[in-house]
């Protein structure tokens, strides 16, 4: 069975641009999250779908938003790109939302905001 | 405000030492709590998921101790490889909307 997918892996960007990310979790999962980390703040959560529904989101400013897809695919859009939106973005599949269900992470897409 | 705390940030072990990383957390209330693996320019790695109920649970060389009523964890690594050396963090979620909080981590250089 396929890991947690996420393309680009890198990205280079400049400030005032908008990126999108996207994040393919393992088949039959149905809940994805998105984290952002960095060296200075750590792992930080961005939000949470499942079944096409944001259901949790995190202390991020508008700019940053997502959906996600009938299939279950995630994209996260990031608008107005600032030189502190440098880091890994970390996309996180589930079975389920249980809270106790295991969370596979993709390998994450690294953008450099210039 | 929910916080997870680890210690210590960093550590070197020779190969073969155990090692025990800390995590203390204030998160209110508390449903699981998780360690991850995470090596360098990876994703990170579930380990352990632990419940309210849960003291203790195992995953190979690494066991994970809960103490809810101090609200501490640790994570031990018994005979430690070379490839222990990685990232280890500590994630609380919370009873309400499953929201995580993500420890700082602790990174862990094993030497040989």
């Known amino acids: 069975k396929a890991g947690v997918t996420q393309t680009p892996r890198y990205l280079i960007k400049t400030r005032g641009q908008q990126v999108t990310l996207s994040c393919s979790p393992i088949s039959g999962h149905r809940s994805v999250s998105w984290y952002q ?3 200075g703040q750590g792992l930080q959560f961005l ?3 499942f079944s096409e529904t944001q259901r949790n989101k995190g202390n991020f400013p508008g700019r940053f938003s997502g959906r996600q897809f009938s299939n279950s695919r995630s994209e996260m859009n990031v608008s107005t790109l600032e030189l502190g939106d440098s880091a ?3 996309c996180a599949s589930s079975l389920d939302r249980g809270s106790t269900d295991t969370q596979y992470f993709g390998p994450g897409t690294r953008l450099t905001v210039l | 405000k929910n916080q997870v705390e680890q210690s210590p940030q960093s550590l070197i072990i020779l190969e073969g030492k155990n090692c025990t ?7 209110s209330p508390f449903s699981n709590l998780r360690w991850y693996k995470q090596d360098t320019g990876r994703g990170p790695v579930s380990l352990t998921i632990m419940t309210f109920s ?20 640790s994570l031990h690594i018994t005979a430690s490889q070379l490839s222990d050396s990685a990232s280890y963090i500590c994630v609380v979620s919370g009873a309400a909307g499953n929201k995580l909080t993500f420890g700082g981590g602790t990174r862990v250089l094993v030497k040989p």
Do not use: H, I, M, W
């Open chain 2, 54 to 73: 849960e003291n203790t649970k195992s995953n190979g060389r690494y066991t994970a101790t809960l103490d809810a009523d101090t609200k501490q964890s």
């Open chain 2, 21 to 27: 990383l800390q995590c203390n957390y204030t998160v």
């Open chain 1, 47 to 49: 939000f949470e779908y």
């Open chain 1, 88 to 90: 890994l973005y970390l």
């Open chain 1, 37 to 39: 980390q960095t060296p």
